[in-house]
Nanobody, 125 residues
Framework: QVRLVESGGGSVQAGGPLRLSCAASGDPLFRTCMAWFRQAPGKEREYVAVLPTQYGDTSYDDSVKGRFTISQDKTKNTLYLQMNSLKPEDSAMYYC??????????????????WGQGTQVTVSS
């Protein structure tokens, strides 16, 4: 069983940075594909970025390209989301997710099976 615990959320002014962390535990075979999602009040959950942990390319939603970077530290079993040049529209609950998909099957269309509890990000103008 995979467990995901997010941290690093908070309040920041527009233009500022924030780094989210997702500590993962459990069978690594079930977390070969990791991603960040977000959901703002009254809106549907949306992809932010996805990272194949074994091989393959990262992918980003167009709304965060060039501002956000997804990465991992395999020695710490931790996924990160570095968020720069934050905008008020980035305010949302951010969730970490995991699945057992590999390579090209780990992308923005991947159906994820395991979720963290979320961490709140609030960007003020």
């Amino acid at each position: 069983q995979v467990r995901l615990v997010e941290s690093g959320g908070g309040s920041v002014q527009a233009g500022g940075p924030l780094r989210l962390s997702c500590a993962a535990s459990g069978d690594p075979l079930f977390r070969t594909c990791m991603a960040w999602f977000r959901q703002a009040p009254g809106k549907e959950r949306e992809y932010v970025a996805v990272l194949p942990t074994q091989y393959g390319d990262t992918s980003y939603d167009d709304s965060v390209k060039g501002r956000f970077t997804i990465s991992q530290d395999k020695t710490k079993n931790t996924l990160y989301l570095q968020m720069n040049s934050l905008k008020p529209e980035d305010s949302a609950m951010y969730y970490c997710a995991a699945s057992a998909h590999l390579g090209t099957y780990c992308n923005l269309e991947t159906p994820f099976t395991t979720w963290g509890q979320g961490t709140q990000v609030t960007v003020s103008s």
